[in-house]
T-cell receptor, first 114, second 116 residues
């Protein structure tokens, strides 16, 4: 069975500082990994994904994530945080071996302080 | 660019009533997913359809049913509504056909269902 863990309910960072939002996963086959961002009362917006290839993937709004197979992690990073990055971030995993079921983590709320 | 359209955006129902939520995927997308997001919760996968056939099933109650039609839009039917069904219901779509897969789900704005 698939599962996703986002160990931090909340991450606080000062504007201009680097940010990391953590995600670990469990899946029986090859993982398809995704990050989404959600603003209040809005739908989820796709940020980036890892399917295959380079472990470092770059996405929208300057975000990037690194796939680490040995640690089963897919942490989201940004070199310099903006106040406008403050939102709820979800990591999601799908079993690339088949099936469409996608499991989301509990979400991490990011606060960027000016 | 066209996005996923959901209707209605807001819906208020009484207990034991029925509700129908509609989803119109991005043009050419062949797969539709439904999610339920309770207050302060992560999205819970309910069900998905690929090429009008049910492809996967998650934590969807027996009181709920869904289908994908020939024009690829999907409807989620909810009967005998309970207070606990109050949530944001998201639809997402993707292109999964071999050779054209995006592997990425694009989400609609959601339907906020309130059961009184």
């Amino acid at each position: 069975a698939q599962s996703v863990a986002q160990p931090e309910d909340q991450v606080n960072v000062a504007e201009g500082n680097p940010l990391t939002v953590k995600c670990t996963y469990s899946v029986s086959g090859n993982p398809y990994l995704f990050w989404y961002v959600q603003y209040p009362n809005r739908g989820l917006q796709f940020l980036l994904k890892y399917i295959t290839g380079d472990n470092l993937v770059k996405g929208s709004y300057g975000f990037e994530a690194e796939f680490n197979k040995s640690q089963t992690s897919f942490h989201l990073k940004k070199p310099s945080a903006l106040v406008s990055d403050s939102a709820l971030y979800f990591c999601a995993v799908r079993d690339g071996g088949g099936g469409f079921k996608t499991i989301f983590g509990a979400g991490t709320r990011l606060f960027v302080k000016a | 660019a066209a996005g996923v359209i959901q209707s209605p955006r807001h819906l208020i129902k009484e207990k034991r009533e029925t509700a129908t939520l509609k989803c119109y995927p991005i043009p050419r997308h062949d797969t539709v997913y439904w999610y339920q997001q309770g207050p302060g919760q992560d999205p819970q996968f309910l069900i998905s359809f690929y090429e009008k056939m049910q492809s996967d099933k998650g934590s969807i109650p027996d009181r709920f049913s869904a289908q994908q039609f020939s024009d690829y839009h999907s409807e989620l039917n909810m009967s005998s509504l309970e207070l606990g069904d109050s949530a944001l219901y998201f639809c997402a779509s993707s292109l999964e056909a071999f050779g054209g897969s995006t592997d990425t789900q694009y989400f609609g704005p959601g339907t906020r269902l309130t059961v009184l």
